[in-house]
């Protein structure tokens, strides 16, 4: 099985920037898509970015398309989200997922895609 565990959230101005990490557990790390998603109060969870495995390939929602970077280091198990520019509007509690071992469909931009997924980590960007 697999555990994620997120980390780096914190409290940020607006146009700041901050990096998000998840660490993985396991063996099948370097196999599998990785995803970020976001929900903030009241609002259902949305998808952020995506990074096939092994990296190389990647997928962005647009509301962050060209501020955040997804992107993943195989030998540390660990997947990163650079998120700068922030605003107001991205507060959230951001997540990290996991999806199946070698698995990339047409969109991974659906939670249902995805087999593990961490805690969360709570990030604020005030104005």
Known sequence: QVQLVESGGGLVQAGGSLRLSCASSGSTFSSRAMGWFRQAPGKEREFIAAIRWGGGITDYADSVKGR?????????????LQMNSLKAEDTAVYYCAAGAVRGWPLSYRSGSLYEYWGQGTQVTVSS
Request: no cysteine; net charge positive; proline share 0%.
């Open 68 to 80: 955040f970077t997804i992107s993943r280091d195989n030998a540390k198990n660990t997947v990163y």
